[in-house]
């Protein structure tokens, strides 16, 4: 039976309530963060207070000497148990224990087990490290040329094949550089009518998952399990294995619910410590991080980008030159990653024949930066778009007008050469203007309060190669269990998985019970993150469904029953067992074709299996007197392909816009020499109610991803490209002022208003 | 005394007697000792409501409350709210708008939605605005609670 | 959090007993709100706690004195003053300035008291409560004193209140006449701390601002008057180039200091528009 000749049975484009619905506004529903083991020990850890330096001593003494603590380890315990306790999926840069030296404020040093948390954590306070200062550096550009190394040589993971040749490299801070042209930029430069060269900043921020970072390990008996709020269980398996010299199957990791990710919690963070832990202590372990302690652990990249581009005399971009530096702190995470793919579309959605991009990621003595919501994407829209709009500004064109002008089509090769498929960049820079009414007049306010509107559109490569796997089991009542690894962190995987399944098994989606991960049970999946999930699993989900539905007409065929009978499942099983028994196993596995880029010119005829786009407009209104920027209006159109489940597509939409806005206006962590001023929420603040917008609208257009699953695509992320641009636009629409570092501060636009009238803002 | 100190309280209607220590929070009582896992402890500043409890009918920051003031009191966690198996109408609501992503952040909001309706149950925007003023969703889901609120205060109205 | 004693009193001449004058290990806790985020950041460490709860009922309440201004118990808690008709009628202000004082949460458990004694220059009732000219009330071994909330305050995190004092009340004395205008400026957030906290309260008469209290917190170390400005308003005819030269005169005179909201520069900024904008809203208020 293919799929063209079946009846469908309503599942796609259905706006079902999340599953787990009723257990969330309960309080009933799982999360790790409640998990306690029979026997657990609580770890606390001690974390250095200098950005760069040497351990001369660590004295535990009087740490140790208080009643209930059970155990300090540091770096020379683990090794007992972990031979080469360095990890990290890029680069196995990241020690379990800071091992000799420490690489920025808050790197973990050592650990207090205890079983009442108060004392372990009382007793982390007492430990007495006394450090030998190094140089240190904070600023991506200044680690570029820095006598101050971070890290003494490079060390690729060789998890991915396009990050092997580094290895080796010595006395660089440049952990990764991606270097990409195409056509002739130095020509087109020379031949331009016009010439535009801009530089733009973004500043470090945090996630902020309101359930922090949490893992428990649990060694016995030649295993370990893991419990962890983690979006990469299967990828904490392999690399927990790696360390430990077992085999994958001695390692199981369990998930529950997520309370928030959005890429804090891949790859491995507190997983190896805690088996560590266990391990030594031979006791259950768990470790669960504090608000603060989450700014030193994960956060999004400080960036600068240095953008330039040459107009010819009709307004087309002829080429585009990018140099991009990501600081990516004390240790690469998955920085170097970030800093290649991104660099993929560094040049915008435009359709730029001559390109030239850098794209680089640098260590440096600050708390290592990884994947946010969009992995370098919306450093990269926010420099793109912000170059966009004053070279449109300048030429005199409308935004919108000299945008469409340039726009990147189906058809159309991208920067990499890869053709553009199935990305409906022009339908959601059309949707975007007549949502805003762009070409009606505009209300531009009165007096102190002036009113602007702006507008920025991005895009996205979805991150490949990567492999999902999923199994469907059908019991012999005709119940549908569906094994997937994908982890719900709040963007409904859970239900829209379960709605794929059941479309193809031509069954309710409530009729679907989806297993949390669990790598024992689960299969492989590479991880949830990227927006890769729906596409990726989604995909082997419907295959694994079609497989079983498959398994359950050969059934049908083998027990005699007519086609179109409308026999009941269980009648089936009934057939063939004789009793209520049996199970009919669909597996799925899916992974999409990819070429990496070739390694001199950057190019590949295939860059990603899909692409995501994301459009934003925004109206504000500037006090005058004082730079506060208010939003009055946030409009968010994406391609979506075709969503499965459009309620929470557009609450995905909105509340990653929602966060961008938070980065766009006020988020950041700041530093005194490496020392971070505000971890906490009292001082690092995150958007509250008050801080949405008057209006927030979100649309996806009519699209299709056609190698998706029922036509659909990821959209994680695709909510904070263009936010950042819009709002700065709309900003220089206002006041005439253009801000290129975020946060966009009120104090940041007071001084610029001062400065464009010749009487800047004395520091007295 | 730093010693541990017996309390008694009313916990979702039971009475209930525990021993505490002096320098225990409440969110940490309710967990280890009654297994009750709805609030739950994020910011640990009284800033994001994660942790959110009503004491005496009031809403409170568990996480900034000691335990050992709760003697003699009322407590009443989210679990309360469904115990009979029907979802309290402000429940329903953040369900069918959508109200939540992670969730993890949803028992605090739907405890002062709970506590706002009791007191103004007509809210205006701006009423709501600033009643969850004190209380963070880093998914985001703030329109879909204003939407939430609305409907369960119209349902209560019986409008 | 340490482990530490908690003694919980029921009379007032008891928990003074309990304080050390000169321990600073042993404190007073009202509604703790405060107090919980130094000890669970590791900032306070107590040896003993002396909880207020039980002297609850002698230090609640809000009363009409006979000279129509209010006396607030030390104990009353911020949401119950939020709702308070005596407070709305006698100061709205109060009630104002709470709307988005932190969170409902907190000001359902922190207390007036608590609130005062902490010190914290990033609280909105220092300033407003200094503009309506209110003192408060102490209580310690040796008797009672009556001390102004300008002078209460000293520094960050500072005030005169010994170890083994205790506040009991907040006295506002009648503002007949007066105005009162209280501007929270957040630099980030809506739900932030402010970055600049002013309030102001004149007394107009025919458009001549007879007297005027102006107080000024979060921008500056402690909340405080700025009485050169007060000066410079007194007497003279309301408008716009008055505010001006007022607005430029407060920033010039406020100590204001760089933080996490802005520069200090900047801050003045704020001062100078706020203070422009808090004193025509008292003027449109005094003309209605």
Redesign the interface.
């Known amino acids: 039976m293919s799929d063209a000749t079946r009846v469908s049975s309503g599942q796609i484009g259905r706006s079902l309530p999340r599953v787990e619905a009723r257990a969330k506004v309960t309080g009933a529903a799982e999360y790790i963060h409640n998990l306690r083991l029979p026997g657990m020990l609580y770890g606390k850890i001690c974390r250095s207070t200098v950005p760069h330096g040497r351990i001369l001593r660590i004295d535990a003494s009087a740490a140790a000497a208080i009643p209930g603590v059970h155990r300090i380890v540091t770096a020379e315990d683990i090794r007992t148990v972990i031979a080469e306790p360095y990890y990290g999926p890029a680069f196995h840069d990241q020690p379990i224990l800071a091992e000799g030296k420490v690489r920025h404020v808050g790197e973990p040093v050592a650990v207090v087990l205890a079983t009442d948390p108060h004392i372990a954590e009382e007793a982390a306070q007492a430990i007495v490290v006394e450090y030998a200062p190094l140089p240190a550096v904070f600023d991506e550009i200044e680690a570029m040329n820095s006598a101050a190394i971070v890290h003494d040589i490079l060390k690729p993971a060789g998890t991915f094949p396009d990050l092997k040749h580094l290895a080796g490299r010595s006395g660089t801070n440049v952990a990764l550089d991606f270097h990409l042209r195409r056509g002739d930029t130095e020509r087109a430069f020379a031949a331009a009518e016009h010439i535009f060269e801009h530089s733009f900043r973004t500043q470090q921020v945090m996630h902020t998952p309101l359930e922090p970072h949490v893992s428990l390990a649990d060694a016995a008996d030649g295993g370990v399990t893991i419990h962890s709020a983690t979006q990469t269980p299967s990828f904490v398996r392999i690399e927990i294995a790696r360390l430990l010299g077992w085999p994958e199957n001695r390692v199981r990791v369990k998930t529950a619910f997520l309370g928030g990710g959005f890429g804090a919690k891949v790859y491995v963070k507190l997983e190896a410590l805690a088996v560590a832990l266990s391990l030594l202590a031979r006791r259950p372990v768990k470790l669960a991080l504090t608000m603060e302690e989450q700014f030193f652990t994960i956060s999004k990249h400080a960036s600068t980008f240095r953008i330039k581009s040459a107009v010819d005399g009709h307004g087309h971009i002829t080429a585009r030159q990018c140099q991009v530096f990501y600081n990516g702190g004390a240790y690469a995470d998955i920085g170097p990653r970030v800093a290649q793919k991104s660099g993929f579309t560094a040049t915008g959605p435009y359709d730029i024949p001559n390109v030239a991009i850098d794209s680089y990621e640098i260590y440096t003595n600050r708390p290592p930066a990884g994947a946010l919501r969009g992995f370098g994407v919306p450093q990269l829209v926010w420099a793109y778009e912000s170059h966009t709009d004053l070279i449109a500004r300048a030429l005199g064109r409308d935004p919108v007008e000299f945008r469409r002008r340039n726009l990147l089509r189906d058809g159309a090769p991208q920067a990499t050469g890869t053709v553009m498929r199935d990305a409906a960049i022009s339908a959601v820079l059309d949707r975007l203007a007549a949502r805003l009414a762009w070409d009606q007049p505009f209300d531009r306010g009165a007096g102190t309060l002036k009113r602007g509107r702006g507008l920025a559109i991005g895009f996205k490569a979805s991150i490949s190669p990567t492999t999902s796997v999923a199994t469907v089991a059908i019991a012999a009542d005709g119940s549908c269990i569906l094994y997937c690894g994908t982890v719900d962190m709040g963007q409904g995987s859970t239900t829209a998985m379960a709605q794929i399944a059941a479309e193809a098994l031509g069954i309710e989606a409530e009729a679907v019970r989806v297993v949390a991960p669990d790598t024992d049970v689960t299969p492989y999946d590479m991880g949830t993150l990227g927006s890769r999930s729906l596409f990726h699993m989604g995909n082997a989900v419907r295959l694994a469904a079609q497989d079983a539905r498959d398994k359950l007409a050969a059934l049908a065929a083998e027990t005699g029953v007519p086609p179109g009978a409308n026999l009941p499942i269980s009648e089936q099983f009934r057939r063939k067992y004789g009793m209520q028994a049996g199970t009919i196993v669909g597996a799925g596995s899916y992974i999409p074709a990819y070429a990496p880029p070739d390694s001199a010119t950057g190019l590949t005829p295939n860059a990603t299996p899909f692409w995501m786009v994301g459009g934003a407009g925004a109206e504000v209104e500037i006090d005058t007197e004082t730079g506060r920027v208010r939003v009055l209006r946030l409009v968010n159109v994406a391609d979506a392909g075709t969503p499965i489940n459009p309620g929470i597509v557009e609450t995905q939409l909105t509340g990653a816009a929602i966060m961008q806005l938070g980065f766009t206006l006020f988020e950041e962590m700041q530093f005194t020499d490496g020392q971070l001023r505000n971890p906490s929420l009292a001082e690092y603040k995150i958007p509250g109610i008050r801080d949405m917008p008057d209006r927030i609208e979100a649309e996806t257009v009519d699209s299709a991803q056609q190698s998706g699953p029922y036509g659909a695509k990821g959209v994680g992320e695709t909510g904070t490209f263009a936010v950042s641009p819009a709002i700065a636009n709309a900003i220089e629409d206002a006041v005439g002022v253009r801000i290129s570092e975020l946060p966009i501060t009120a104090e940041a636009v007071y001084r610029a208003l001062r400065r464009a009238a010749g009487d800047q803002l004395e520091d007295l | 005394?730093?010693a541990p100190?017996t309390i008694h309280f009313t916990l979702n209607g039971a009475a209930v007697a525990a021993t505490v220590?002096?320098?225990q929070?409440l969110v940490e009582l309710l967990?280890e000792r009654f297994d009750?896992?709805?609030?739950?402890e994020?910011?640990?500043?009284?800033?994001?409501?994660?942790c959110?409890v009503l004491v005496d009918g009031?809403?409170?920051?568990s996480?900034?409350?000691?335990a050992?003031?709760v003697d003699g009191a009322g407590v009443t966690?989210?679990?309360h709210?469904?115990a009979d198996g029907d979802?309290d109408p402000v429940?329903e609501a953040?369900?069918?708008t959508?109200a939540?992503?992670?969730?993890?952040?949803?028992?605090g909001f739907?405890l002062?939605t709970k506590?706002l309706l009791d007191e103004i149950p007509d809210p205006s925007d701006d009423d709501?605005?600033?009643?969850?003023?004190?209380?963070?969703?880093?998914?985001?889901?703030?329109?879909?609670?204003?939407a939430a609120v609305k409907l369960a205060a119209r349902r209560q109205r019986g409008a | 959090m340490t482990p530490f004693e908690l003694e919980e009193p029921v009379l007032l001449g008891a928990a003074l007993a309990l304080l050390d004058p000169e321990d600073s290990s042993v404190r007073a806790i009202a509604g703790g709100t405060a107090l919980m985020l130094m000890m669970k950041s590791g900032l306070y460490r107590p040896r003993r706690l002396v909880s207020l709860r039980k002297l609850a009922p002698a230090l609640d309440g809000v009363r009409s004195a006979p000279d129509g201004g209010i006396e607030i118990g030390a104990m009353v808690r911020l949401s119950d003053l939020r709702r308070s008709a005596v407070v709305r009628a006698a100061a709205p202000v109060i009630a104002e300035t709470l709307l988005t004082h932190s969170n409902v949460r907190v000001r359902n458990v922190a207390t007036i008291g608590g609130n005062l004694a902490q010190g914290d220059p990033h609280m909105d009732l220092p300033p407003v409560l200094i503009a309506l000219g209110a003192s408060v009330r102490l209580a310690g071994p040796g008797g009672e004193r009556i001390v102004r909330v300008e002078d209460l305050l000293t520094g960050y995190l500072e005030t005169v209140i010994a170890n083994n004092e205790l506040i009991t009340a907040v006295i506002v004395p009648p503002q007949t006449g007066w105005r009162t205008a209280y501007a929270k400026v957040t630099a980030r957030s809506a739900d932030d701390w402010p970055a600049l906290g002013l309030a102001v309260s004149v007394r107009v008469e025919a458009g001549i601002a007879r007297d005027a209290r102006i107080a000024i917190g979060a921008a500056t170390e402690t909340a405080m008057r700025l009485p050169g400005t007060e000066a410079l308003l007194a007497g003279r005819a309301i408008d716009d180039a008055l505010l001006q030269e007022a607005g430029r005169a407060a920033a010039a005179e406020a100590p204001v200091v760089a933080d996490h909201h802005g520069s200090a520069s900047y801050k003045r900024v704020l001062v100078a528009v706020h203070l422009g904008r808090a004193l025509r809203q008292t003027i449109a208020g005094a003309e209605r």
């Not at chain 2, 994020?42 to 994660?50: A, E, M, P, R």
């Not at chain 2, 009031?58 to 920051?61: G, L």
């Not at chain 2, 709501?128 to 204003?146: D, T």
């Open positions: 005394m730093t100190r220590m002096p320098h929070s967990r009750l896992f709805g609030a739950r994020s910011c640990g500043q009284g800033l994001c409501g994660c959110t009031r809403a409170v920051s996480c900034l409350y000691l050992a003031f966690t989210v679990e709210l469904a979802l429940q953040f369900i069918e959508g939540f992503q992670c969730g993890f952040c949803t028992p739907v002062m506590q709501i605005r600033h009643y969850l003023s004190g209380n963070l969703c880093r998914c985001g889901a703030y329109p879909e609670i204003v």
